[in-house]
């Protein structure tokens, strides 16, 4: 399901970039400590080679250290934010991350059916 996830997150940025106009392709660069790190290269392969007929902007993906690179801590934390709101309030001092919610996170709810439909089609 991470590779899948990872697969759905591009095309949404693919396609916004695309009806932007922008043609500017995007590095992806994340978490080396990553356990799925197989199926984010997966997708990414998938991506790459569906890029022809469906250009979706996607560029080169790398891996690095959050201790390299700070902009993987703030996903960290932002990830971390996210899951935590989904399952309680953020509390005890993290209330303030809320606010990185009001204007520019779109949250859909996770369907199981359909996530499966995107990982099969993927493995396919």
Excluded: C
């Excluded at 997966?42 to 080169?60: D, M």
């Excluded at 899951?83 to 949250?107: I, M, N, T, W």
């Amino acid at each position: 399901m991470y590779g899948a996830s990872f697969v759905q997150v591009a095309m949404i940025n693919g396609i916004q970039l695309r009806n932007d106009g922008s043609k500017d392709p995007v590095r992806y660069r994340l978490d080396a400590g990553n356990r799925h790190k197989d199926q984010i290269v997966e997708g990414h392969a998938v991506l790459l080679a569906s890029e022809e007929q469906h250009p979706l902007n996607i560029g080169s993906l790398e891996f690095d250290s959050d201790s390299n690179v700070a902009a993987l801590q703030a996903a960290d934390v932002v990830a971390w934010a996210v899951r935590r709101k989904l399952v309680s309030a953020l509390k005890s001092g993290f209330e303030p991350l809320a606010d990185l919610f009001d204007d520019y996170h779109v949250q859909v709810d996770y369907n199981e059916e359909w996530m499966t439909g995107v990982a099969n089609t993927i493995r396919a």
